[in-house]
Structures are given as structure tokens and as C-alpha cells.
């Protein structure tokens, strides 16, 4: 089974960038790598996706290397507001070849001032 | 991006009761969708696939009985928490999953916060 390990916490400061690596050894070949962000009590959000090299959109970038193990997100000069908790999302592909997204332990960002 | 919307957001029940969870994907079509649960600060936990037109695959450990799933339109699924006891209290969270030819995205609902009494 495929599993994200990402680094449990991270603290910066504003305007910094900041970069969250997960490490996801067992990709599969059609498995897309996707972000998300998620606030206290809120449902995930949707931050980017990609299957190999560089993506970027309006909030964030996102790397990743040719043997596509790991990516990494990147956000652009934090603000408080980006204080969330971070998960990067790999499927699996059950016994019977069905797809089962699974979460890791994701990554608490806390922006300082 | 795509907009997945639950209903109720938050839900108190006594316990014994039935609790029935609504999750739409408002603009585009999924064929299949997710529920999770979520404990606080901790990560979602896959419970069940849901599958429209089939029966839901429920994860190891998930009750089918205690947790029936209905996946009767390309847009909605419903979870409903059978005889509900404290224990059944979490954030339930929804997805619904969007295939492309380049993209595989799940979208996510705003969850509803389960209390039983």
C-alpha cells in the first residue's frame, strides 16, 4: 500500500516561503499526488495537484522529481491566515484494483508574526 | 474549484437514534464519492467508498450495518448513522471524486459535526 509520510509540524514566519516535502515510496504509476489544506472543523481544500515536474497556480507550487517518490509543496510568503494543517494525498489500489485514497498524518504549518 | 456541500453541519442526537448525512457534488457528476471520519487532531480516516448504483466498499473495521451508505444519484450520497451511541460522535467529512483525462481530484464538503447525546 502506498503511504505519505510528511514531517508532523513546521513553524515559519510572514512572508517567508515555505516548503513541505512528503515522501510517498509506493506511487503508483497513474496515481496522481494531491494538496490539501485543512482549518479546525472544516473540510479539506483543495490546493493543487500534479503527476510529475512543476505545477504552479495562484497559491502555491508544487515539485516533483522524476522517480516522482516524494513532492514537495511550496507556499509563497505565508501569511497567519495559512496556519492549517497540510496533507498530501496518494492513492492506493485495493486487492481488487479499486482506488483508496489515504491520508497520512499530514503537516501542522503555524505561522508566527 | 469544484464545490461538494454536506448537510446538516452540525447534528445532536440522542442516543438510539438515526442520523442521515447528505453530501452533493453541486457541479460536476461523481461517480464516486468518500466518507471519513475525523477525531480531533487527527487525520481523516477513510470509512467507505460510495459508488453510484452499487453498493459502498466499506473499510476493515466499518461497520456496514451501523453506517449505510446510499450512492443513488451522480450527485448525492448519504451516510446515515444507525442507533447512534456517544461513541459515534466525530467530524464526518465527504469527498467526491472528479476523473479527467489529466486530473483525479477529490473534492471535499465542510464536514458535520456529530454529537449523540
Known amino acids: 500500500l502506498a503511504k505519505t509520510t510528511q514531517p508532523i509540524s513546521m513553524d515559519s514566519y510572514e512572508g517567508q516561503e515555505v516548503n513541505i516535502t512528503c515522501s510517498h515510496n509506493?506511487?503508483?504509476?497513474?496515481?496522481?499526488i494531491t494538496w490539501y489544506q485543512q482549518f479546525p472543523s472544516q473540510g479539506p481544500r483543495f490546493i493543487i495537484q500534479?503527476?510529475?515536474t512543476k505545477v504552479t497556480n495562484e497559491v502555491a507550487s508544487l515539485f516533483i522529481p522524476a522517480d516522482r517518490k516524494s513532492s514537495t509543496l511550496s507556499l509563497p510568503r505565508v501569511s497567519l491566515s495559512d496556519t492549517a494543517v497540510y496533507y498530501c494525498?496518494?492513492?492506493?489500489?485495493?486487492?481488487?484494483?479499486?482506488?483508496?485514497?489515504?491520508f497520512g498524518r499530514g503537516t501542522s504549518l503555524i505561522v508566527h508574526p | 474549484g469544484a464545490v461538494v456541500s454536506q448537510h446538516p453541519s452540525r447534528v445532536i442526537c440522542k442516543s438510539g437514534t438515526s442520523v442521515k448525512i447528505e453530501c452533493r457534488s453541486l457541479?460536476?457528476?461523481?461517480?464516486?464519492m468518500f466518507w471519513y471520519r475525523q477525531f480531533p487532531k487527527k487525520s481523516l480516516m477513510l470509512m467507505a467508498t460510495?459508488?453510484?448504483?452499487?453498493?459502498?466498499?466499506?473499510e476493515q473495521g466499518v461497520e456496514k450495518d451501523k453506517f449505510l451508505i446510499n450512492h443513488a444519484s451522480l450527485t448525492l450520497s448519504t451516510l446515515t448513522v444507525t442507533s447512534a451511541h456517544p461513541e459515534d460522535s466525530s467530524f464526518y467529512i465527504c469527498?467526491?471524486?472528479?476523473?479527467?483525462?489529466?486530473?483525479?481530484?477529490?473534492?471535499f464538503g465542510p464536514g458535520t459535526r456529530l454529537t449523540v447525546l
Open positions: 469527498s467526491a471524486r472528479d476523473r479527467g483525462l489529466a486530473t483525479d481530484t477529490q473534492y
Open positions: 509506493n506511487i503508483a504509476t497513474n496515481d496522481y
Open positions: 500534479g503527476y510529475k
Open positions: 494525498l496518494v492513492g492506493d489500489l485495493s486487492s481488487g484494483g479499486s482506488y483508496i485514497p489515504t
Open positions: 457541479d460536476f457528476q461523481a461517480t464516486t
Open positions: 460510495s459508488n453510484e448504483g452499487s453498493k459502498a466498499t466499506y
